[in-house]
């Protein structure tokens, strides 16, 4: 089965500077790569996405990269903010089957604390 | 739309109590699960349900049971609750969303046991 690994599991960076958090998978049929934020007390939420099909997605402050040749990808958070301190988990599943394929697979999660 | 909601928030048992913690989605979605979330530990599988009138155990199923009522509810209980089950319980729901699947987590239970 599916087994993900993410790094590091804390993070401390100073406002305004660029954070990265980097998973890896084992499965080569995951296709699916979402990223969830928790903040204190909070639901996990999902950010951003990825599938194979591309490299790379951006949205404002956050991207994700995806190197399917190696079996990993990253968030990548630039000019963090205060806001931006959370527990950020990774996952994969492979995206169109409903069974226990189709199950995200979490990391343990890294705690991001941006210090202002 | 409400999403995904749970009930209670919080809740207090004595070992050996029982209780079930509610779930239900807005959403239509398929696929609904349970995971638990300790300190350190991420989020664990407890019980999935792909579909309609079908549960699936997950990484941590003992001393839990499922009930998936219908498309919109899927329900965990806990029928001799321990202090090990002192944990944050999330109820998912993952399907079709701008076009391809995704999930979606509900609020959050807190549970301690004592």
């Known amino acids: 089965g599916e087994n993900v690994e993410q790094h590091p599991s804390t993070l401390s960076v100073q406002e305004g500077d660029s954070a990265v958090i980097k998973c890896t998978y084992s499965?080569?049929?995951?296709?699916?790569f979402p990223w969830y934020k928790q903040e204190l007390g909070k639901r996990p939420q999902l950010i951003i996405d990825?599938?194979?099909?591309?490299g790379e997605k951006k949205d404002q402050r956050i991207a994700v990269t995806l190197n399917k040749t190696a079996k990993h990808f990253s968030l990548h958070i630039t000019e963090t903010q205060p806001e931006d301190s959370a527990v950020y988990f990774c996952?994969?599943?492979?995206?169109?089957?409903?069974?226990?394929?189709?199950?995200?697979?979490f990391g343990k999660g890294t705690k991001l604390s941006v210090k202002p | 739309n409400a999403g995904v909601t749970q009930t209670p928030k919080f809740q207090v048992l004595k070992t050996g109590q029982s209780m079930t913690l509610q779930c239900a989605q807005d959403?239509?979605?398929?696929?609904m699960y349970w995971y638990r979330q300790d300190p350190g530990m991420g989020l664990r599988l407890i019980y999935y349900?792909?579909?309609?009138?079908?549960?699936d155990k997950g990484e941590v199923p003992n001393g839990y049971n499922v009930s998936r009522l219908n498309k919109r509810e899927f329900s965990l209980r806990l029928e001799s609750a321990a202090p090990s089950q002192t944990s944050v319980y999330f109820c998912?729901?993952?399907?079709?969303?701008?076009?391809?699947?995704?999930?979606?987590f509900g609020p959050g239970t807190r549970l301690t046991v004592l």
């Open positions: 996952a994969a599943s492979q995206q169109n089957y409903g069974g226990s394929q189709g199950n995200l697979i």
């Open positions: 349900s792909a579909s309609e009138g079908t549960t």
């Open positions: 959403m239509n979605h398929n696929s």
């Open positions: 499965d080569s049929a995951s296709n699916y």
């Open positions: 998912a729901s993952r399907g079709l969303n701008r076009g391809y699947n995704e999930q979606f």
């Open positions: 990825i599938r194979s099909n591309v």
